[in-house]
DNA sequence: GTTAGAAATTAGGCATACCTATTCTTTTAC
DNA sequence: GTAAAAGAATAGGTATGCCTAATTTCTAAC
């Protein structure tokens, strides 16, 4: 029905919608790391599929049709990096963009099977929350590791799909489920000291802030 | 390094080598379903790629880093079919076409990895060797049922993958490794009636002449 | 209200991978 | 050896999805 380009916008778009609504062109031209007029084409293309709104100057919101769809490859996106990590035993910081491309190749009996095989997972390994078969999806607001006062503690709930970042985080076990607890915070935007598991390791805001946790 | 297409090519014109070499274009066109103009280009642009050598009247044949790149593709399009009858349980009927657009999504680290899940699996569900990671393939040769005489025996090797013949053959449990006795052929080129597990079918020769067996 | 700068759009191109219609060129069969 | 038919190649076209450069339009700040 639509073609794998498509299907990247719709996923980027929702994606953006989280923090700006509407998008801005130049967020998602950003984010897609292509030029804005090949984006400005592709979203007229959308609109007149019924999939966005697209208001010059103002940006792109999904439509419920495109948002279905959307929802629809972040599930499969979601579902192949759950499969990659828990029964292939790829790194946490591999599976992002190996998931990108097996998205587009994905029917929906595939995904309801691979579901079916992961026990009906309900976040990706990185914590985003997968969207169900119906294409309903709930995300906990939560606070940033980086909001947090000294003494106070938090579980994390989603940390970015940045490969290095995943890699630094992961060897810090700042994973998804992990408690974590503040311990200092270094005055002037200085770096936090944290507490993981009976570990201290001092982060700096820019990743604090890049971690969101449900305050415990 | 090659597109999509290109590797359907490849992997095309490897399986039209085990029959005809070298491929005419008429005859990979055919099997792709595309004109011959269109095969003409493509070739040609392997050929200045250095993955297949063409002749003009003659024909397509592959080059060693052309079967290597054949191999690769078919190696992860018949892993993927394993995976998803074995693991995921679809049936031998509907992987085939599946597994045409996981294989082109899949890189080298993720077909290992499902490989060793998968235990190293000697051939694909419709009974064709998977090629080894090191590019190995061993096709053994055999007879097709219509050959065999009544009162002759033999092992199901592979049976082409052709949805609705898939369907018809599963359901006389005509798989690979089941074994089949012949017991009847009916005279000019009629149905032979064959014994199958227990069961008595009759076949039309186009049918037997499909179903390749190791004679007992 | 005017204007500078940001954002959008138009114009023109490129690569891939298809297509049909037409024109060679080579086989092969007589 | 020639001629018909089979096969190959050329010419010109389509759709997708990207690009840069130039131009137009809008917004926002003064």
């Known amino acids: 029905m639509v073609s794998a380009s498509a299907e990247d916008y719709l996923k980027t778009i ?6 700006e609504q509407p998008v801005a062109l130049s967020t998602l031209a950003g984010e897609l790391a292509i030029s804005s007029v090949s984006a400005n084409e592709m979203v007229r293309k ?7 709104i697209y208001e010059p100057y103002k940006g792109v919101a999904l439509t419920p049709k495109g948002r279905a769809q959307a929802l629809t490859v972040t599930r499969r996106h979601r579902l192949w990096e759950r499969f990659l990590t828990d029964v ?4 946490w910081n591999q599976v992002h963009e190996e998931a990108c491309r097996l998205e587009h190749a994905t029917s929906l009996r595939v995904a309801e099977r691979l579901a079916q095989l992961l026990g009906q ?9 997968v969207p169900t078969a119906g294409g309903e999806i709930v995300l906990e607001a939560g606070h940033t590791l980086s909001e947090l006062e000294p003494g106070q503690k938090g579980v994390v ?13 992961g060897d810090l076990g700042l994973k998804p489920q992990a408690v974590v607890r503040v311990e200092a915070v270094a005055p002037f935007q200085g770096p936090l000291t944290v507490r993981v598991g009976g570990a201290r390791h001092t982060l700096g805001r820019r990743v604090a802030s890049k971690i969101m946790v449900r305050l415990l």
Chains 1, 2 share one sequence.
């Open 14 to 19: 929702y994606k953006l919608e989280e923090e």
């Open 157 to 169: 709930l989603h940390v970015p799909e940045e490969p290095e970042l995943l890699q630094y985080l």
């Open 46 to 52: 959308l609109a007149k599929q019924g999939l966005v």
């Open 88 to 91: 292939l035993g790829l790194g």
């Open 121 to 129: 997972p309900e976040t990706c390994p990185h914590g985003y929350p």
